[in-house]
């Protein structure tokens, strides 16, 4: 096996390779710490692969011999699972059907990779209001737009490149649909948690272009898309007023109303979904990241259509429709964070962080909008330079974050999380912060 000391050049030989300066040791990783076999250290891990890992490396769950035996078998095949059926995977369905997806969602569809899941809550939608309005009213469904929001990121596929409009570089050059995009009406935090900004101007602004969109596109609009928290576009968190009028707009307008929780889904909020938490329920919800297996589920509403996508073979479909090894991996993953009741466990942990870093703030200075729910906590800077100096001072005390928006910084801490690397976090942070402002 390649020396971890030679990863980063044997992969430079042949791809692009500028991820994280050190190597994942896969073995000697443990719970919420990234072992780093290059220069032998560890990492706290508040990023989680990008808030994709939920339970900690290596749990011990999962070296459970019955489990190892189960995913070794899945390693070993890689059937087709949109057409070809293993008791593997209908343990996996019935296990998130029934104790991860809410009772009155009965559909579900399985594909890999969070854009394509998006892509797919689209085409649900498309279908949807193209037989709504007529399907030889729409021009064979291009008149059929989605409005979406700025600051929004849904991935970087075909359809959602469209809609993602974070930073640039991810989306220019490549051709887009012209949808429409309305303002994103975020809540900005004091530091006792209340709101601090106008936000009822701000929700007024979103609703003012929301229906100038609806005027403009008749009949049109297929689908309201929005992520319940705005992830990379800055942990940008909205009020349950906000999404409730945009439940009333989609009502009102025959349009469906998508929730992108790729991120912010699968216990990330201490529920298993963020919008369970504001109380606003969806038509169609996208998922990926800490469920491996990404896809959707949908609501009965789409069957005022009867012929929809869940009825009719094939438009919606992949190859392997996930893949199986996810899903083997999914359904331990339900098993261990329901039977160590791991959602109370981060909703816990997380408020006490973002406790702690009120307390910085107040103390310090220089860090503000301290906002977050479970295991999504973040807090602003003053400048995009303060802020990628800082996620550096961090990195240098071995603790691993993200940027959030042109001057955030998110944490996406492991579900496992403990009260004590909760702490060890805040001393982190509460370092890296006075080599910034020399406090
Ligand atoms: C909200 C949201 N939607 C979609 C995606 C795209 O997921 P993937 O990178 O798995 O395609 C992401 C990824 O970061 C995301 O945060």
Redesign the pocket.
């Given at each position: 096996m390649i020396d971890p000391k030679a990863v980063h050049a044997t992969l430079a030989k042949h791809q692009l390779a500028d991820g994280f300066p050190f190597v994942m040791d896969l073995e000697r990783s443990q719970g919420s710490w990234i072992y780093d076999s290059r220069a032998n250290r560890r990492y706290l891990d508040f990023f989680t692969c990008?808030a994709s890992w939920p339970i900690g490396y290596n749990h011990p769950g999962t070296l459970e011999e019955s489990f190892r035996r189960e995913i070794e078998l899945a390693g070993r095949n890689n059937p087709a699972n949109s057409d070809l059926y293993t008791t593997q995977m209908a343990d996996f369905v019935e296990a998130f059907a029934t104790q991860v997806t809410p009772a009155e969602y009965p559909y579900h569809f399985w594909v890999a990779?969070?854009?394509l899941a998006?892509e797919n809550a689209l085409k649900v939608a498309f279908d949807w209001k193209a037989h709504k309005v007529g399907v030889d009213q729409v021009h064979d469904g291009n008149d059929l737009v989605i409005l979406h929001f700025k600051a929004a990121?849904?991935?970087r596929s075909g359809y959602t490149m469209s809609l993602t409009n974070t930073v640039k570089d991810k989306v220019a050059l490549f051709p887009k649909f012209d949808w429409p995009r309305v303002h994103n009406p975020g809540i900005v935090f004091d530091l006792d948690g209340n709101i601090a900004n106008d936000i009822e101007a701000e929700e007024a602004k979103a609703c003012a272009e929301i229906e100038a969109a609806f005027q403009k596109y008749p009949g049109r609009i297929a689908g309201i898309l929005i992520?319940p928290m705005q992830?990379?576009g800055g942990d940008v968190h909205f009020r349950t007023e906000f999404l409730a009028k945009l439940r009333q707009y989609a009502d009102q307008h025959e349009a469906l109303l998508l929730f992108?929780e790729?991120?912010t889904g699968f216990f990330g909020s201490g529920k298993p979904w963020l919008w369970q938490i504001k109380g606003v329920a969806p038509d169609v919800v996208a998922f990926?990241?800490k469920t491996q297996v990404?896809g959707i589920y949908a609501s009965k509403r789409v069957d005022e259509v009867p012929d929809n996508v869940f009825h009719h073979s094939s438009r919606i479909n992949s190859t392997w429709g996930g893949n199986l090894v996810d899903m083997v991996r999914c359904r331990k993953f339900i098993e261990i964070i329901l039977a160590e009741k791991l959602g109370d466990n981060v909703a816990a942990r997380g408020e006490e962080l973002i406790q702690g870093l009120r307390g910085i703030a107040r103390e310090k200075g220089n860090i503000s909008n301290v906002r977050g729910v479970g295991s999504l906590v973040a807090f602003t800077l003053d400048s995009p330079e303060t802020r990628n100096a800082m996620i550096k001072a961090m990195r240098e005390r071995e603790l691993l974050v993200l940027p959030s928006g042109p001057q955030a910084i998110r944490f996406r801490l492991p579900l496992v999380v403990s009260a004590e690397e909760v702490n060890q976090a805040l001393e982190r942070t509460s370092e890296a912060l006075s080599t910034l402002v020399g406090a």
């Open positions: 990008f990779g969070g854009a998006v990121f849904h991935g992520e992830g990379e992108d790729v991120q990926g990241k990404c």
